[in-house]
């Protein structure tokens, strides 16, 4: 799948982050040790103490990344499907420094995030296997519980178990406030076609 990601600010940054070329921010200086960076120094600093002393920066952008997945079914080969689906876009995904936030709907939200020393491709597989079909959705609330990270999110990627008008909605309101989106349906019949603008967008899996 292609889907446009840029880095995007998240307030305080991901501490164990060690990816070069990150954006960063000034937050102090320190007392120089052997292999820091030269340009690093702060020469203020070590003019006013007599001592090299160098700035400390903190890691503040990063490509983040939301998989929202849909549990409203029954027991069902399509179910299997879709959480065969959500584990391979989560090991896609954790072979990059990407931070992935997933939301797991039921009858209470689920957000577990990943990537980036959070926790692991295994945990992943962990919080799937535990999944088990619901018989209702509230997908009012689930966008309630996404609105929080918006802002801080590069791209969402759905793993529906069927496609309406309130999943249309979702994906409607997610692209006017500029946010990339794919979606993956696992339906054995769906109850509403896919609009032709939303095509490229929303793959259906029979």
Known sequence: F???????FQPGGIALSSNVGDSTEFIGT???VSGDNPRHIHWKSWART???VVKEFQEE???RLAMILDTQATKSKSFEEAL???ASIADYLSRYDYIID??????????????RALAHFDNILELLACIEPAKNV??????????????????????FLDWD????????????????????????????AIPVELSEIVKINL
Do not use: C, W
Not at 2 to 8: A, P
Not at 102 to 115: E, L, P, R, S
């Open 2 to 8: 292609e889907i446009s990601l840029g880095r995007k």
């Open 84 to 86: 065969s689906m959500a």
């Open 30 to 32: 320190r007392d120089y």
């Open 61 to 63: 952008y990063f490509v």
């Open 50 to 52: 007599g001592n090299p």
């Open 102 to 115: 997933i939301f797991a709907t039921g009858n209470q939200i689920h957000h577990f995030q990943a990537g």
């Open 165 to 192: 008008e309130q999943r249309e909605q979702i994906i409607r309101e997610l692209l006017e406030n500029g946010i990339g989106v794919k979606a993956f349906v696992f339906s054995e019949k769906t109850t509403k």
């Open 138 to 159: 509230d997908f009012r609330e689930l966008f309630a519980s996404l609105s929080i990270h918006l802002a801080n999110l590069s791209a969402i990627f759905f793993i």
